[in-house]
């Protein structure tokens, strides 16, 4: 890899920074955008927070289109674009029904963006694309864990919660500028290379699930914490995601460095879903503050901490001519997730009163389980 590759690498790990905020600062400040939107209350905004995965859905069939005909960097132009619009337009509205179509345009962002980065990575890095693909993630689990100091330094300074809109608004569309000159690897021309029709393969299959489940995994997880912690007599509950963050990092970090040169893909995609679900079974069963302290640090290394990003490389790795494709199909897969888990962890939230939070845990160790299961699929399918 030459030096100017690197730079843009790096580039594209900042839109993941700025992608990490993005889908987290709305559940931290529940109660400011409630009010701005003269909402009856946070269900409001939980509702615009699906609106998120809806826009991923809407915009993934599309996306890995576009970065296959017309390339990584127009698939990440385009999501820039929309993120800026995002940002700025939750910055300035006060209307929740605008609030949510402008969360449908931040979902398209991401769609767009992971079509982008994710296939070009893992053409420029070669062997090692699953290892730097799990970068991503690690940009954005930095976004997420700077994200409570950087509310803590705006309250300080008594500034409304716009001001990190518009910040992390223009920081993404100064990325953008930078990404429209900076070079990206060639793809293959039409004349180069006749590529299979696309299909889904059976072997795939578990990989492709897997982006359902990984996600409900962390989804689920990040909006019940801070209730949970507050059932469980957490006098700051925002503390869970701090350590959830920091547990991603470590992760990340172990895996790229450590774990993958002595296990395989597969292993880890087994291990680490497994890591979830006792994490979440003993904070079910032990009902304190540390207990919840505890399962977001384990949960954010095993359910967050570049599983999906795993999951990914290893859909790619039977699609080498459709790379930005069946990215889509695996992202259509967390994007569903991300939208059907909302809904029925809101359902169960509905029914459930106070003990909620436990509920939407039982359901998400049953998803957990169902990861682990299609890991240990993957596994069979390498050994034969």
Not at 1 to 6: A, I, L, S
Not at 298 to 326: C, F, M, R, T
Request: hydrophobic residues 55%; charged residues 10%; glycine residues 10%.
């Amino acid at each position: 890899m030459k030096r100017r590759d690197y730079i843009t690498a790096l580039a594209l790990y900042i839109t993941y920074f700025v992608h990490g905020i993005g889908v987290s600062i709305l559940s931290q400040y529940k109660e400011s955008l409630a009010g701005a939107w003269q909402a009856p209350g946070i269900a409001t905004v939980l509702q615009v927070i699906a609106a998120l995965g809806l826009g991923r859905l809407v915009a993934l069939p599309i996306s890995g289109y576009v970065s296959d005909r017309f390339g990584r960097k127009a698939s990440g132009l385009i999501g820039i674009l929309f993120y800026a619009v995002y940002f700025f337009g939750i910055a300035v509205t006060s209307s929740s029904k605008m609030a949510y179509g402008l969360a449908i345009f931040g979902g398209i962002a991401n769609s767009f963006l992971d079509t982008c980065v994710t296939p070009t990575i893992l053409e420029m890095f070669g062997e090692k694309g699953g290892t730097a693909n799990m970068f991503t993630k690690f940009s954005m689990s930095i976004g997420q864990f700077l994200l409570p100091f950087m509310i803590g330094a705006a309250t300080t300074m008594a500034l409304s919660y716009r001001a990190l809109f518009y910040l992390m608004g223009g920081l993404i569309a100064l990325d953008g500028i930078l990404i429209a000159f900076l070079p990206f690897p060639k793809t293959k021309k039409e004349g180069d290379h006749v590529a299979a029709p696309f299909a889904l393969k059976k072997e795939a299959l578990p990989a492709i699930l897997m982006g359902f489940t990984a996600t409900a995994t962390f989804i689920l997880w990040l909006n019940c914490n801070q209730e949970l912690g507050a059932l469980y007599g957490m006098a700051d509950p925002s503390k869970i995601q701090s350590f959830y963050a920091l547990g991603t990092i470590v992760a990340i970090l172990a895996t790229a460095f450590i774990v993958l040169k002595k296990w395989s893909t597969e292993d880890v995609l087994i291990a680490y879903p497994g890591i979830s679900l006792l994490a979440l079974i003993g904070v079910y069963f032990i009902k304190t503050p540390l207990a919840a302290v505890v399962a977001g640090f384990l949960i954010g290394y095993g359910g967050a901490g570049g599983v999906l990003q795993l999951v990914v490389a290893e859909a790619n790795s039977y699609y080498p001519d459709h790379k930005g494709k069946i990215t889509s199909v695996v992202m259509i897969a967390s994007s569903i997730a991300n939208y059907v888990v909302l809904a029925l962890a809101g359902k169960l939230t509905a029914l459930s009163g106070v003990d909620a939070p436990r509920y939407v845990l039982v359901l998400n160790m049953v998803i957990t389980l169902a990861s682990v299961i299609l890991a240990l699929q993957l596994k069979r399918q390498k050994r034969a």
